[in-house]
């Protein structure tokens, strides 16, 4: 058995384990819509859909 080298670069395994937590709906959609990688989603050329484009869906609860 080869004795056991603690120097130079080796390659390790990390696992996270962080507690299971549901956010509800409306807590992702905030934190979504905080986020600044959807700020493209605010600029006028993204906008293509107008309220003449269709009928709203009735949310399920």
Request: net charge negative; aromatic share 8%.
């Amino acid at each position: 058995m080869s004795p056991c080298r603690p120097w130079g670069p080796k390659r390790v395994r990390v696992i996270i384990l962080l507690p299971e937590e549901d956010i509800g709906e409306e807590e992702w959609l905030q934190a979504a819509g905080a986020n600044p990688a959807f700020d493209f989603l605010k600029e006028p050329q993204e906008d293509i859909y107008t309220l003449s484009d269709g009928r709203p869906s009735a949310r399920i609860a």
